[in-house]
C-alpha cells in the first residue's frame, strides 16, 4: 500500500518538472533572401521571426551576390563565453544568421521581423532587454543603417540598444584579445557597426535592447580592403532565457493519472468504510 502511495506520487511529480527549463540562442533555416528564425522550446519566448534579404548590390559581376545563410558556432566555445553565463544549444552551439558576401563592395539590405514572437510581455515583438550579439565582425565588414520599429511598426527615432557590454573570442583556443568593432550612434535612432581591419574568428560581441522591437533593418557592406572572392560574413545571434515550467501534454497527462488513481483509492476506502458499517 505504501509502495503504491509513493508510485502515484513520483507520478505527479515527475509529471510536474518533466519539462526541462533552458536558456538558448534562435535557430534560423533557410536563405538566401528569406530565413525563419525559430525559438527553441522550453525558452521564455516561443515562435518566430523571419529576415529578408534585398536590394543586392554585387561589388563583382564576376561572381553572384550572396544573401543570408543560418550556421552555428561551436561545439568548442571557450571560457570567456561560458562566463558570461549564456547557455548555448544542444550540441554546445551558438546558433547565428549570418550575411555573408563574395567580394569587396557586395551590400544588401537585411530586415529581421519578429511579428511571430510570443511569450514576452507584449507579443510580436522582441521585447525589451533581449541579448541580441554580433559575432565575427572583422575584415571592414560594416553594418550600415542600424534602425528598428516598434509594434506599430512606427521608426524608433530615440536610443534602443544597450552596450557592448563585452567582446571576447568565443571559441577555443583563445586568440588574443583585440579592440573592437566600433560602434557609433545613435543619430535619431540609427546605428553603425564598423568591423575591424583585421581576422579575429570568431568575435562576439554582446548587446542588449532596451525597447520593444518589432523589426531590426540594416545595411551589410563590405568597405574597400575587404576580403575578395569567397570573403567571409559576420552575422546576428538572438537569446531568450528560460521559461516557465508549463507542462507538456504527455507531462499533464502523468499529473492526471496521478490523481485518478488518488482518486479511485479514495473512492475505494470510503466504499469499504460504509461496508464495514452496514
Known sequence: MHLLRFSIAWLILFGLIATPLHAEWMVFTGGPTVATGVWPSGTALSGTAVATASNFVNGNLATLPVGLVPTAVGPALSPNYFATGLQPNLGTLVSVLSTPYNDTGDKYLTVIDFSGTTGGPNP?????????????????????????????N?????????????????????????????????????????????????????????????????????????NTIGGGGAGWAFYTPPGINVPEPTAIALVTFGIVLLGARGTRRNTRARVLLS
Open 124 to 152: 510580436g515583438v522582441l521585447p525589451a532587454g533581449s541579448i541580441f550579439a554580433i559575432i565575427d565582425l572583422d575584415i571592414t565588414e560594416n553594418y550600415r543603417k542600424i534602425f528598428a520599429t516598434d509594434a506599430t
Open 154 to 226: 512606427t521608426f524608433i527615432s530615440t536610443p534602443w540598444i544597450s552596450g557592448p557590454s563585452a567582446f571576447f573570442d568565443m571559441t577555443s583556443p583563445v586568440a588574443v584579445s583585440s579592440p573592437p568593432p566600433t560602434f557609433a550612434g545613435p543619430v535619431t535612432g540609427v546605428y553603425g557597426m564598423f568591423g575591424i581591419t583585421y581576422n579575429f574568428d570568431a568575435g562576439m560581441w554582446l548587446f542588449q535592447t532596451t525597447q520593444d522591437v518589432k523589426t531590426i533593418n540594416f545595411d551589410m557592406e563590405v568597405g574597400v580592403g575587404g
